[in-house]
């Protein structure tokens, strides 16, 4: 046999063309045997909505309701409401925190107290957890009160930043009815009211200091 015959005959496009095809296949079945990892969290909720109401939301709120008033006083009326850059700029932080609370609240897997933490009022307010399984119960009907706070906070911030103080009086109004509604749905659902009965307006530290001198 001479040295031609024993010399090995190139492979044929085709041969390594199905070769390849193979190798392909056999590494996409490899793949796909393989579990997907879950995804890592993108977040790890540490305050409670407690904490998150206590430290955000109320204190904001409060800027936002106290930046235009009426207060009455034993020297006589004043018409509080921004007056200069500083002061708008004041009142537009407190309504960022505000709606930026909102969506803190909103965050799947917040519990809404510590452990040790009770009632103050037993019998009208619900305890911490008889709140959080009446959220977990309807976790749509909870998104859409905090919606609602996240909604009226941006109508106040374009109000803020067109410093129309009339407007913010409206939306304040239209914020305290979200914070209320939500209130009574979790918080104190057992208070009962006399008919015709109206939550006094907020007394500005203020004017309570003038009354009481």
């Known amino acids: 046999m001479d040295e031609g015959h024993l010399m090995r005959k190139p492979a044929s496009p085709f041969f390594l063309i199905a070769a390849g095809l193979v190798v392909s296949l056999v590494s996409m079945a490899g793949c796909q045997s393989r579990p997907a990892e879950p995804p890592a969290p993108t977040y790890a909720p540490a305050a409670t909505i407690k904490d998150i109401m206590d430290a955000i939301v109320d204190p904001s709120a409060d800027v936002v309701w106290e930046s235009v008033a009426t207060v009455v006083t034993p020297s006589g009326t004043e018409e509080r409401q921004p007056r200069t850059d500083e002061e708008w700029t004041n009142v537009r932080r407190g309504a960022i925190r505000l709606v930026e609370g909102a969506n803190l609240l909103l965050m799947p897997g917040r519990h809404v107290a510590r452990e040790h933490e009770k009632s103050e009022v037993p019998g ?53 009815g979200a914070c209320e509604n939500c209130h009574v749905t979790y918080w104190y659902p057992n208070q009962v009211l006399p008919p015709g009965y109206e939550e006094p307006a907020p007394l500005h530290p203020e004017a309570s200091r003038k009354k009481s001198q």
Do not use: C
């Not at 399984?133 to 009226?152: C, M, P, S």
């Not at 103080?165 to 304040?172: M, N």
């Open 124 to 176: 009208i307010e619900l305890e911490p957890s008889e709140m959080e399984a009446h959220i977990n119960k309807d976790r749509a009907k909870w998104e859409k009160h905090v919606k609602e706070l996240y909604t009226q906070t941006l109508a106040a911030l374009k109000a803020i930043e067109a410093k129309d103080p009339k407007a913010l009086v409206d939306i304040g109004e239209r914020i305290d």
